[in-house]
């Protein structure tokens, strides 16, 4: 185990070093994982409202049991059989604490909804700002090549369409790399 976590330990080291050498691959990286949490916290909440609708039937169901047994007291005992009455009020009273029982688990399941709602607003607001500093990084990059492309040119007088579409092609190469080097680590660190 000790080499697995040493070569693990290695491969999270190069990465945050990749990430930390291109910041906008770091926030595409956060950006994806926000996705992530924002879709796993969207089940969650639907998980929770298909427990909350069914926790919903019990307590209607277990409201119409003891309306049921309430109903078979009053002909027992109007009947005179006593016997029956108090056998159905236990009956009654046993439905009744499982009636306060998914009563308390319903209310239960309805806080962590809230929760889980409040939590998915603080993630989706988290990435509206990450996706503006993506975007303001994007920008600041595209203008710094802008810049390098214009500093290089002044440096040859002669310009040749063919040197454009090699800037183009050099950047597309580099982004592609680049991405390529990020999804082989990412492999490597989920084996």
């Given at each position: 185990?000790?080499l697995?976590d040493?070569?693990?330990?290695?491969?999270?080291?190069?990465?945050?070093?990749?990430?930390r050498?291109?910041p906008?691959?770091e926030?595409?990286?956060?950006?994806?994982?926000l996705?992530?949490?924002e879709?796993?916290?969207?089940?969650?909440?639907?998980?929770l409202?298909?427990q909350?609708?069914?926790?919903?039937e019990?307590?209607l169901s277990?409201?119409?049991?003891?309306q049921?047994w309430?109903?078979?007291i009053?002909?027992?005992k109007?009947?005179?059989r006593?016997?029956?009455?108090?056998a159905?009020g236990?009956?009654?009273?046993a439905?009744l604490?499982?009636?306060?029982?998914?009563w308390?688990?319903m209310?239960?399941?309805?806080?962590?909804?809230?929760?889980?709602q409040?939590?998915l607003?603080?993630?989706?607001q988290?990435r509206?700002e990450?996706q503006?500093?993506?975007?303001e990084?994007?920008?600041a990059r595209?203008?710094a090549q802008?810049?390098?492309?214009?500093?290089t040119?002044?440096w040859?007088n002669?310009?040749s369409?063919?040197?454009?579409?090699?800037?183009?092609?050099?950047e597309?190469?580099?982004?592609?790399e680049?991405?390529?080097?990020?999804?082989?680590?990412?492999?490597?660190?989920?084996?």
């Amino acid at each position: 185990m000790g080499l697995f976590d040493d070569l693990s330990r290695f491969l999270e080291n190069r990465l945050e070093e990749f990430l930390r050498n291109n910041p906008h691959l770091e926030l595409e990286a956060l950006l994806e994982q926000l996705r992530e949490q924002e879709e796993g916290t969207l089940k969650l909440i639907a998980d929770l409202r298909i427990q909350e609708k069914r926790s919903q039937e019990e307590i209607l169901s277990t409201a119409q049991e003891i309306q049921r047994w309430h109903i078979r007291i009053q002909k027992a005992k109007n009947a005179g059989r006593e016997d029956l009455a108090a056998a159905a009020g236990e009956r009654e009273a046993a439905l009744l604490r499982e009636g306060n029982q998914r009563w308390g688990h319903m209310q239960g399941l309805k806080e962590r909804i809230n929760q889980s709602q409040e939590l998915l607003r603080k993630i989706q607001q988290r990435r509206q700002e990450v996706q503006a500093k993506a975007a303001e990084a994007q920008t600041a990059r595209a203008k710094a090549q802008t810049q390098q492309r214009f500093e290089t040119s002044g440096w040859s007088n002669k310009t040749s369409s063919y040197s454009g579409g090699f800037d183009d092609l050099e950047e597309k190469f580099r982004s592609w790399e680049t991405q390529d080097e990020l999804e082989q680590m990412k492999r490597n660190l989920g084996k």
